[in-house]
């Protein structure tokens, strides 16, 4: 079965410094695709990134970054100058689909403090 | 604002009532999703419905029920509630697969069972 795991509850960082939040994943498929969304308090879920699992290159969207090691089955979320308001749950996201049937598996979070 | 919009925002209910959970789309988008998250917990993927007819399913209790209306607006019924149930349900929304589109999510409905 296909399981996705953050395995830091909790992280801490100084504003303006950069964090890097883990998440591993397990799937015997080879077609899928990643993501990151971010719960702030909100509790609104943005989506912060996306990958998909056939493409080599890393995805980019501004600050934020991701190293997709396919073979290893990492992906994680690299933030750069963070930010006050990165503080935030963010949650890594697996999304499949085989011959029609989808499978849409979260991580438990990872609870981000940015620190003035 | 994502432009997904689910009501109520709030609801408490007592053990064993059923209620209603209502989630409207964004305009175009064809795809309605319900999660669950539970308190301090990861989002639970419910069920999937794609212009009316459920495409995926996942953990959802046979307790609970979906459908998707002609007008793309999605209920989410859930009946002889536990305490357990409680938790946030959020519903999203994407143009056709989320492999391909972004879901768009709500602000959530936050369920208490008393």
């Known amino acids: 079965a296909q399981t996705v795991t953050q395995s830091q509850p909790e992280m801490s960082v100084q504003e303006a410094e950069t964090v890097t939040l883990s998440c591993t994943y397990d799937?015997?498929?080879?077609?899928?695709?990643l993501f990151w969304y971010k719960q702030p308090p909100s509790r609104q879920m943005i989506l912060v990134i996306r990958?998909?699992?056939?493409?080599?290159q890393n995805a980019t969207e501004n600050r934020f970054s991701v190293n997709f090691q396919k073979a290893a089955k990492s992906f994680s979320l690299k933030i750069s100058d963070s930010q006050l308001g990165d503080t935030a749950m963010y949650f890594c996201?697996?999304?499949?689909?085989?011959?029609?049937?989808?499978?849409?598996?979260f991580g438990t979070g990872t609870r981000l403090k940015v620190l003035a | 604002d994502s432009g997904v919009t689910q009501t109520p925002k709030h609801l408490i209910t007592a053990t064993g009532q059923r209620v209603t959970l209502r989630c409207s789309p964004r305009s175009g988008d064809l795809s309605v999703y319900w999660y669950q998250q539970s308190l301090d917990q990861g989002l639970q993927f419910l069920i999937q419905y794609y212009n009316g007819e459920e495409r995926a399913k996942g953990n959802i209790l046979e307790r609970f029920s979906a459908q998707q209306f002609p007008d793309l607006h999605s209920e989410l019924n859930l009946s002889s509630l536990e305490l357990g149930d409680s938790a946030l349900y959020f519903c999203a929304s994407s143009v056709d697969s989320p492999s391909t589109d972004t879901q768009y999510f709500g602000p959530g409905t936050r369920l208490t069972v008393l």
């Open positions: 996201a697996f999304i499949q689909t085989t011959s029609g049937t989808y499978k849409y598996i």
């Open positions: 799937t015997s498929e080879n077609n899928y695709y």
């Open positions: 990958q998909e699992a056939y493409k080599q």
